[in-house]
T-cell receptor, first 115, second 115 residues
Framework: LAKTTQPISMDSYEGQEVNITCSHN???????ITWYQQFPSQGPRFIIQ???TKVTNEVASLFIPADRKSSTLSLPRVSLSDTAVYYC????????????????FGGGTRLMVKP | DADVTQTPRNRITKTGKRIMLECSQT?????MYWYRQDPGLGLQLIYY???????NKGEISDGYSVSRQAQAKFSLSLESAIPNQTALYFC??????????????FGPGTRLTVL
């Protein structure tokens, strides 16, 4: 299993850029890197996914170095509503691989955005 | 996500009772999952199903069973509920055609209390 390590918590202020780094030293060739956001008492929500280099969508960017042993989720200009727990997952869901890799959420990073 | 519904939303039961949590989805996805989340912790996978005939145990399947009645329905049963099964339970679905097949869509959760 590709184990991930994230900071337990982070604080930021409104309007700042937030970068959350996830370490995954034993990532496998077929593994993707996926980030989810979870608000209290709600199910996680998909933010972004990548395999290598950089991926950007309307809410975040994901930076993945060439060795893929880490990844950084970047949230531009955060607001109070971005206060949540962010999970980094590494793996792939497929009947041909160990599907459990993708389905381990870990403890996540608690992001607190202050006014 | 309104496309994934869970019933009941809240349930209080007693030790030793058998209970069933139900999940329905209108997304047309073949893959469905059951997770539990304890307070302040990440999600743990209980069971997952890649299609109606393919059901697999997750990290913490002991004390639980599932039934995939149709593509759209995946039920979780607690055979004999015990207090340490008190948790928030989430159902999720995913589409295997996505890259890494990894974007999961979560239901609103069922808060279960076992007295």
């Amino acid at each position: 299993l590709a184990k991930t390590t994230q900071p337990i918590s982070m604080d930021s202020y409104e309007g700042q850029e937030v970068n959350i780094t996830c370490s995954h030293n034993n990532i496998a060739t077929n593994d993707y890197i996926t980030w989810y956001q979870q608000f209290p008492s709600q199910g996680p929500r998909f933010i972004i996914q990548g395999y290598k280099t950089k991926v950007t969508n309307e809410v975040a960017s994901l930076f993945i170095p060439a060795d893929r042993k880490s990844s950084t989720l970047s949230l531009p200009r955060v607001s109070l509503s971005d206060t949540a727990v962010y999970y980094c997952l590494v793996g792939v869901i497929s009947p041909f691989y160990n599907a459990g890799n993708m389905l381990t959420f870990g403890g996540g990073t608690r992001l607190m955005v202050k006014p | 996500d309104a496309d994934v519904t869970q019933t009941p939303r809240n349930r209080i039961t007693k030790t030793g009772k058998r209970i069933m949590l139900e999940c329905s989805q209108t997304k047309g996805h073949d893959r469905m999952y059951w997770y539990r989340q304890d307070p302040g912790l990440g999600l743990q996978l209980i069971y997952y199903s890649f299609d109606v005939k393919d059901i697999n145990k997750g990290e913490i399947s002991d004390g639980y069973s599932v039934s995939r009645q149709a593509q759209a329905k995946f039920s979780l049963s607690l055979e004999s509920a015990i207090p340490n099964q008190t948790a928030l339970y989430f159902c999720a679905t995913s589409d295997p055609d996505g890259a890494g097949g990894s974007e999961q869509f979560f239901g609103p959760g069922t808060r279960l209390t076992v007295l």
